[in-house]
């Protein structure tokens, strides 16, 4: 018994502990990083639950910025790959090279083999290409050749994407969505936050000198968030709102059938374990809530959802979908 609650105390001091180190890291990032405060900590939540993030926006909105800071913050290894119509898998997950005098070929690690990548206008890239992301984002791992090679620990993805209207861009097939744990709109500043980027610009951003937490720590985090408990209640209104994604007229929903294709997956679902899990550590708790669910439910399923023409044509957005959803479906 006497074992049992120094365990628990235990575990109750690594989570104050790496939260109040976490805490610093946000706090450092925001200090860079004008406004933005919900998106930030949607992508660490994304960390936390060893997921990646989509984020769409118009450029000039500091999506790059963000994903290099962080990594500076925990002093991670970064690679951005910026995407194009004309590029090539091996230009991600790498190649073979021949070598002459020991007759045998030798693999040429691409720009994926980081702890932090950045998919720069991963939408401007064809479906030829976004399949090499496939096997990195789900297996953590790359297979060139015959030989499979494992990605660092930690490994994360935040890709950005143009909106579908621009000038050269692809949808991104629906396996690769599903892969983002995560779709994140970014919008613009307030005006207030506009003045915080024009003062900043003038006297200089902060300079990241050294990290302020150690990137190896990152692994433990991510154990701790999985113990966060989660009652079976909730997981039942995490699986109700799924199914009136697929069957809304079995949740009294039948007006949306017309705008759905498909719902979500069961990874959706895994995802909306995961991330509330995260997302309660970074509150302080060891417990899920039903608001957890609700608070991160957008992100979860809008890039989830497969629309009809209706839908487009009648305006009915995914987040329109998700917010009827929400306001019906009973909440433990």
């Known amino acids: 018994m006497n074992q049992v609650v120094n365990d628990q105390q235990s575990t109750g001091d690594k989570i104050k502990q790496t939260n109040d180190q976490l805490a610093i890291l946000n ?4 200090s860079v990083i004008v406004g933005q405060s919900d998106v930030l900590e ?25 994903i290099s ?9 970064y690679k951005r790959i910026q995407f194009t119509p004309d590029m090539l898998p091996s230009d991600i997950v ?11 070929f030798d693999p040429k690690k691409g720009p994926i083999f980081s702890q932090f990548v950045l998919a720069d206008e991963i939408n401007r890239a064809p479906a030829k290409v976004q399949s090499a992301l496939l096997e990195a984002m789900q297996e ?20 950005t994407q143009n909106p579908i209207d621009q000038d050269g861009t692809y949808p991104l097939p629906e396996a690769q969505m599903d892969r983002f744990i995560f779709k994140t709109v970014l919008t613009y500043p307030s005006k207030d936050e506009e003045k915080q980027i024009i003062q900043r610009f003038q006297t200089g951003f902060p300079n990241i000198d050294q990290p302020v937490v150690d990137i190896q720590i990152i692994p433990a985090i991510q154990q701790l968030a999985s113990q966060m408990y989660i009652d079976e209640k909730v997981s039942e209104y995490v699986i109700r709102l799924i199914d009136a994604t697929r069957f809304p007229e079995n949740h009294g929903l039948e ?14 679902t895994l995802a909306f374990i995961a ?34 023409f209706a839908a487009e044509a009648e305006s ?6 998700i917010r009827t959803i929400l306001g019906n479906v009973e909440v433990p």
């Open 275 to 308: 991330a509330s899990k995260a997302y309660a550590y970074l509150q302080r708790r060891n417990y899920v809530i039903p608001e957890d669910i609700k608070y991160l439910a957008y992100d979860i399923l809008r890039h989830r959802l497969n629309l009809t």
């Open 94 to 104: 790498g190649t073979q090279i021949y070598n002459a005098q020991q007759q045998t």
């Open 316 to 321: 009915m957005t995914a987040d329109k979908i």
């Open 140 to 159: 953590k791992q790359v297979t060139i050749g015959n030989n499979t090679h494992a990605l660092p620990n930690p490994f994360f993805v935040l890709a």
């Open 27 to 30: 706090q450092q990032w925001q």
């Open 42 to 66: 949607k992508i660490l939540v994304a960390l936390i639950a060893n997921g990646h993030v989509l984020l769409e926006g118009v450029p000039g909105l500091a999506k790059t910025l963000i």
């Open 255 to 268: 007006q949306l059938k017309p705008y759905i294709r498909c719902g979500a997956s069961p990874r959706a």
């Open 69 to 77: 800071t962080l990594s500076q913050l925990l002093g991670g290894d």
